[in-house]
């Protein structure tokens, strides 16, 4: 039997403790979606928070997709849950995130939810809500594009003010009203 020296027994007992040591995974898109129905189902407000504030911050378009998905199907808007999701869903920071928001309001703007939507995005400073509310801009309904021009002047970066001064160049003359 060969005898270790004192470091290698050290060396051996630290390598015991880290790879025998339970590691926590990175959650995942997949994972938080499972928590966040399970939570819905089970009306676990902890769990359906927990879950909507680990996607966001992931970010990106597949977790906003994967909210996305779910708010047509809330049903009523008096649903507790049903505004946790919108108001998630339009909290995103991410420019990717945001665009698919966008798109998803163009797409949806005659439900309801795609004006809740563009609504609870008003609590969203990101700089990059300038990337949703453009294409609202160019392709909501009009009342749609009134609350983004709204939004946009709140948060007054450049780009935003670009994005009006376009919009403003593209309007229709009878709705010019500078």
Same mark, same amino acid.
């Given at each position: 039997m060969t005898k270790l020296a004192p470091w290698g027994t050290l060396a051996?007992?630290?390598?015991?403790?880290?790879?025998?040591?339970?590691?926590? *995974?990175?959650?995942?898109?997949?994972?938080?979606? !499972?928590?966040?129905?399970k939570g819905i189902g089970s009306k676990d407000d902890n769990a359906v928070q927990q879950s909507l504030e680990g996607l966001i911050d992931l970010g990106g378009t597949e977790a906003v997709n994967s909210i996305l998905h779910l708010v047509p199907k809330? !049903?009523?808007?008096? &649903?507790?849950h049903y505004w946790l999701l919108v108001n998630s869903a339009a909290g995103f920071r991410d420019a990717q995130a945001?665009?698919?928001?966008? &798109?998803?309001?163009? /797409? /949806? /703007?005659? *439900?309801?939810? *795609? +004006? &809740?939507l563009l609504f609870g995005r008003e609590n969203n400073s990101s700089h990059n809500v300038v990337v949703a509310?453009?294409?609202v801009l160019e392709k909501g309904t009009y009342d749609m594009q009134l609350m983004?021009? &709204?939004?946009? #002047?709140?948060?007054?970066?450049?780009p935003c003010v670009d994005a009006l001064i376009g919009a403003? /160049?593209?309007? #229709?003359?009878? +709705? +010019?009203?500078?």
């Open positions: 051996a007992s630290v390598a015991l403790v880290l790879f025998a040591s339970p590691v926590t *995974a990175e959650p995942t898109v997949k994972g938080l979606v !499972g928590k966040l129905k809330m !049903g009523a808007a008096s &649903d507790a945001l665009g698919t928001v966008g &798109d998803f309001i163009v /797409k /949806k /703007k005659k *439900a309801p939810f *795609a +004006r &809740d509310l453009t294409k983004a021009v &709204d939004q946009l #002047a709140m948060v007054a970066t450049t403003l /160049k593209t309007a #229709a003359p009878a +709705r +010019r009203t500078l």
